[in-house]
């Protein structure tokens, strides 16, 4: 157990449909660091945020928005779903802002019919 | 942007010595290289970190040359739960701003 809890486990939802991951982070991390994993596209870094601030940016899409709040968990909006979304999205953490030990959740399933 | 080149594949023996290499040629002054593990449905772990020269742990070694241009993940006497895909990850360092760069990952399977 890395200690970085994701929800929900599972998500099925439709085309065109709008949903939000949450992630807490590690006891301690400020850094929270979102992933996407298909099965074509491999591991594809999204987002980071760094103590609420974000910090860097990578193959994220305009449908794709991210916060992180003053309790540092973190939320993924995805809207206007299409069927090539569906994907494992992780989410990590770390103490620092820079490259360093990341703990991965479990990740969140996506599927989009 | 640091990109990095993995083989895709590897297979292996129990109780054998696995090198997988990374290859990064613009890696930046700032940047280190990570390693990961990961098993199917379950996020990636951290096995080792480093900036030159050698690293060991517990559970691996991280070999990289004066260069930097390349780096192995070496697994010492590898088991059947070694099985998984192996990331190498290069932080791509513009002072402030890391843009993570996974590799394409290695996928290594050991037999009995």
């Known amino acids: 157990d890395s200690g970085v809890t994701q929800t929900p486990k599972h998500l099925i939802t439709a085309t065109g449909q709008r949903v939000t991951l949450r992630c807490s982070p590690r006891?301690?991390?400020?850094?929270v660091y979102w992933y996407q994993q298909s099965l074509d596209q491999g591991l594809q870094f999204l987002i980071q945020?760094?103590?609420?601030?974000?910090?860097a940016k990578g193959n994220i899409l305009e449908r794709f928005s991210a916060q992180q709040f003053p309790d540092l968990h973190s939320e993924l909006n995805l809207s206007s779903l299409e069927l090539g979304d569906s994907a494992l999205y992780f989410c990590a953490s770390s103490v620092g802002s820079v490259i360093e030990t990341q703990y991965f959740g479990p990740g969140t399933r996506l599927l989009v019919l | 942007l640091a990109k990095t080149t993995q083989p895709i594949s590897m297979d292996s023996y129990e109780g054998q010595e696995v090198n997988i290499t990374c290859s990064h040629n613009n890696i930046a002054t700032n940047d280190y290289i990570t390693w990961y593990q990961q098993f199917p449905s379950q996020g990636p772990r951290f096995i080792i970190q480093?900036?030159?020269t050698k690293v060991t742990n517990e559970v691996a070694s991280l070999f990289i040359p004066a260069d930097r241009k390349s780096s192995t993940l070496s697994l010492p006497r590898v088991s059947l739960s070694d099985t998984a895909v192996y990331y190498c990850?290069?932080?791509?360092?513009?002072?402030?701003?890391?843009?993570?760069?996974f590799g394409t990952g290695t996928r290594l399977l050991v037999s009995p």
């Open positions: 945020y760094y103590n609420g601030e974000e910090r």
């Open positions: 990850l290069v932080g791509d360092g513009n002072t402030g701003f890391q843009k993570l760069v």
């Open positions: 006891s301690g991390d400020l850094s």
């Open positions: 480093g900036y030159k």
